[in-house]
Every structure is written in structure tokens, then in C-alpha cells.
């Protein structure tokens, strides 16, 4: 069973910066591994549907695709370390309209929920004006 665990969220000013990670364990029931899986960030904001925020696979060699959203293109960076099992969401220049509860999931590369099968619990991010 894959188990997906956030941390780094909290509380900033608008233009601050926040780090979240996301920590991998276990396997899926046909035997792969975080380092095989496509990894995404999603964010909710209260009465507002989970919405796509960047994904990342791996590529040939050691390059890996990445995709965001238009709304944090040039602001946020997302990236995994295969070793430690942890993908990471690089937040810069934050915004009010940035906060919501983030959650990372392991799926397939794709910029929708139902492309991701495990979840993690969230973690909240609120910019503060």
C-alpha cells in the first residue's frame, strides 16, 4: 500500500515563500515503487473543487517531465528526489488566492484527479494579504 505524508505548509505573507514535501512509502498492489510513478500537487480552497497544480514524471536519463498550471507557471517548482522518496512543491511569490489545502498523489502524468489513485492527508497553506 502506498501511503503519502505532506508537510511544510503554514502560514505567509503575500510574496513569501513555502516549501512542501511529500514522503513516499510502500508499494502498489502490482509491485511499483514512488520512483516509477507519476507524482502531482493538487490544491483545494474552501467551497471551491480540488484543482491541479503541477505534476512530474520521470524521463530517459536523468530528466523528468514537468507540467503546471497557467495560474503558477514562473512561481512554483515541483521536483522529486528517487532516493529519499519525497516530492517536493517550490512555492515563490505567493499570492492570497494561493491558499488552500494542498495534497500530493501518485498516479499517472496527468493534470486530473481521477489520473491519481493515492492521496495524501493535505496540508494547508493560507497568504496572508
Known amino acids: 500500500q502506498v501511503q503519502l505524508v505532506e508537510s511544510g505548509g503554514g502560514l505567509v505573507q503575500a510574496g513569501g515563500s513555502l516549501r512542501l514535501s511529500c514522503a513516499a512509502s510502500g508499494r502498489t498492489p502490482s509491485g511499483r515503487t514512488f520512483s516509477s510513478a507519476a507524482m502531482g500537487w493538487f490544491r483545494q480552497a474552501p467551497g471551491k473543487e480540488r484543482e491541479f497544480v503541477a505534476a512530474i514524471r520521470w524521463s530517459a536519463g536523468s530528466a523528468y517531465y514537468t507540467d503546471y498550471t497557467d495560474d503558477v507557471k514562473g512561481r512554483f517548482t515541483i521536483s522529486r528526489d528517487n532516493v529519499k522518496n519525497t516530492v517536493y512543491l517550490q512555492m515563490n511569490s505567493l499570492k492570497p488566492e494561493d491558499t488552500a489545502v494542498y495534497y500530493c498523489?501518485?498516479?499517472?502524468?496527468?493534470?486530473?484527479?481521477?489520473?491519481?489513485?493515492?492521496w495524501g492527508q493535505g496540508t494547508q497553506v493560507t497568504v496572508s494579504s
Open positions: 498523489a501518485a498516479g499517472l502524468y496527468s493534470a486530473s484527479t481521477y489520473d491519481y489513485r493515492y
